[in-house]
């Protein structure tokens, strides 16, 4: 993995999801992430329902945190429902930190 995709990663684990106390990265809401040559990173990541109570601003802020990585020169954040998130997508660390 590339340094800059470290970078961006360390700032998507800052993102909580307001009624779970696991980041976003280790939930699994984000299910790619893409550096194209211009530093452009393309995210594709989803919320845990559609009717998240924070569908308009989780995904500002992770665009903004990801904005704020020296080196990115502009993200393209992609709201995506399928697949569907479920809990097989958290992180071994995140079943662990919910008692799962």
Known sequence: MNNLKEKVIKEIKKVYDPEIPVNIYELGLIYNIKINKNNVVDIDMTLTSPNCPVAES????????????????DVNLNLVWDPPWDKSKMSEAAKLELNL
């Not at 989780?58 to 020169?73: A, C, D, F, H, R």
Request: avoid cysteine.
């Open 58 to 73: 989780l995904p500002k802020q992770v665009k903004e945190y990801i904005l704020n990585v020296k080196g990115v020169s």
